[in-house]
């Protein structure tokens, strides 16, 4: 089985509607994060969490919010979805030990999300 | 604004060869360097992580540091179609208590049997 998992791979929704992207981790790891990744972006972090009572905004972070609801999961949800937070979401992981020390991250399968 | 730059390719090089992928960064505070690479469609997948000025050599692969230059590097050799795909530098971006990663947006590899 997979260490990071996420629900659902493909999604279609429409403007305007509310949507929720689940990730799962059975790594034991701390902390989790919330990336979107658009062609010729790169990576950019969305939204990330240390530990259940550690909320912290990336650097794109409007129009998305997230839910920490257990240390072994992290939802991200499009409150009002618009069609250029159409991409590919990736959530990612790492152990939260190695204090000053930026740790590996290991990533989820993604998420490819469409809003028309 | 911190930033990551690497050349988006695509980078051919026909199998065998040497592959060589580079990056520049812009935060001197940055301490933690890490190459993934990335097939099309799938998840980022780490290759190898430096912390230290100098070459490190994990089979294939060779990761450059030099802080001085703001310069990481991963070299590829003998370079088989197995490798074709993105490969991204991300470095660690010292903000206090909580550092995260910034991700350069990728170069493609493609090897050519």
């Known amino acids: 089985d997979a260490d990071v998992t996420q629900t659902p791979r493909n999604r279609i929704t429409k403007t305007g509607k509310r949507i929720m992207l689940e990730c799962s981790q059975t790594k034991g790891h701390d902390r989790m994060y919330w990336y979107r990744q658009d062609p010729g972006l790169g990576l950019r972090l969305i939204y990330y969490?240390?530990?259940?009572?550690?909320?912290n905004k990336g650097e794109i972070s409007d129009g998305y919010s997230v839910s920490r609801q257990a240390q072994a999961k992290f939802s991200l949800s499009l409150e009002s979805a618009i069609p250029n937070q159409t991409a590919l979401y990736f959530c990612?992981?790492?152990?939260?030990?190695?204090?000053?020390?930026?740790?590996?991250?290991?990533f989820g399968p993604g998420t490819r999300l469409l809003v028309l | 604004q911190k930033e990551v730059e690497q050349n988006s390719g695509p980078l051919s090089v026909p199998e065998g060869a040497i592959a060589s992928l580079n990056c520049t960064y812009s935060?001197?505070?940055?301490?933690?360097f890490f190459w993934y690479r990335q097939y099309s469609g799938k998840s980022p997948e780490l290759i190898m992580f430096?912390?230290?000025?100098g070459d490190k050599e994990d089979g294939r692969f060779t990761a450059q540091l030099n802080k001085a230059s703001q310069y990481v590097s991963l070299l590829i050799r003998d370079s088989q179609p197995s490798d074709s795909a993105t490969y991204l530098c991300a470095v660690e971006a010292y903000g206090g208590a909580t550092n995260k990663l910034i991700f350069g947006t990728g170069t493609l590899l493609a090897v050519q049997p």
């Open positions: 990612a992981t790492s152990e939260g030990t190695s204090g000053r020390v930026q740790e590996t991250q290991y």
């Open positions: 935060d001197r505070g940055s301490q933690s």
């Open positions: 430096i912390y230290s000025n």
């Open positions: 969490s240390f530990d259940v009572k550690d909320i």
